[in-house]
């Protein structure tokens, strides 16, 4: 096997280009292990009638002042690793009265109508009925975990994080409604990045985080009361790093020239912390072998998949 301008002599390549047995992981609907369910964020389906920039964002505030507490910051994957939101003005929940008393917002609502029914899409002309709503609504009312859906082949870990139920988010990210921050710790880990960099879709040669392949099918470890705390702690640790920059981008934070020794140290101890709920611990191969940890996550999958 060729990485780069070296090589290794193996005794098997798998379908993934690993040193592994033969094994294709193939699309599941839910997760293979317990773990809290993952799904996309919004789909508006509006022309780009509702969302705004923070400029234009201002200018309708100015003329339309009620609809002020109706906008919402906005993430999808390049608004988030940036930490640049856009803004969603958000009229699902407003009643037609509330509606009508905003000319502006009317406007809008009227133009989504309109676009909607001109739709050579079936689903779409569907929806035109209820031009306030989304086509998928994903709203958690409590904090979340956020996934970017692509990101830089060059960062060491895919730049995750915790959000607040203000903010909406695109169906470009995926949401874990349920997550905390041992779960955040598990995904933040270098054992999840072996998972991501085999199975996960490519976009260009970035990675393509996915439902269906990546997160639903990813063994996860069975960890002691102890080592889950343990994950806990170094989980925070990542969020704690991070804080230290608040005028960073999540860009900046994890290019892999730039990244903080404070936040590259946080990393490390959550390496350790989720290996070890494993029982990866120093001298076992897939400790500082990547190609070893993908050996054993493939087993631990098989392993699982057979006892369904």
Not at 58 to 79: N, V
Request: aromatic share 12%; net charge negative.
């Amino acid at each position: 096997m060729f990485d780069g301008e070296s090589f290794q002599i193996v005794s098997h390549i798998n379908g993934y280009l690993v040193e592994a047995e033969d094994v294709f992981v193939e699309s599941r609907l839910d997760p293979l292990s317990t773990v809290p369910t993952i799904g996309i964020g919004n789909k508006p389906i509006d022309d780009g009638n509702y969302l705004f920039d923070r400029e234009v964002m201002d200018k309708f505030i100015k003329i339309e002042p009620m609809s002020a507490k109706f906008f919402h910051p906005w993430y999808g994957s390049r608004e988030f690793i940036n930490r640049s939101p856009r803004y969603c003005l958000w009229l699902g929940d407003c009643t037609p009265a509330e509606v009508r008393g905003m000319p502006k917002c009317l406007e809008r609502v009227e133009a989504v109508h309109d676009f909607r029914l001109r739709s050579d899409s079936l689903v779409t002309r569907n929806i035109a009925d209820k031009p306030t709503r989304f086509h998928v609504e994903n709203m958690p009312g409590k904090s979340f975990v956020l996934i970017p859906k692509v990101s830089s082949w060059r960062r060491e870990y895919i730049p995750m994080g915790f959000m607040s139920p203000e903010n909406l988010c695109s169906d470009l990210v995926f949401l874990i409604p349920d997550a905390t921050l041992y779960h955040f710790g598990v995904l933040e880990s270098n054992v999840h990045m072996a998972w991501v960099r085999v199975v996960a879709g490519r976009l260009k040669s970035d990675y393509r985080y996915s439902k269906d392949i990546v997160y639903n099918n990813f063994p996860w470890p069975e960890p002691t009361e102890e080592q889950r705390i343990q994950i806990e702690k170094t989980s925070q640790g990542i969020l704690d790093a991070r804080d230290k920059y608040p005028d960073c981008s999540l860009a900046d934070l994890y290019d892999p020239v730039t990244m903080p020794i404070e936040l590259r140290t946080a990393h490390r101890n959550n390496d350790k912390a989720v290996m070890a709920a494993y029982g990866i611990k120093k001298g076992h191969p897939a400790f500082d072998n990547e190609s070893a940890c993908v050996e054993f996550l493939m087993k631990l999958y098989q392993r699982m998949v057979s006892n369904l």
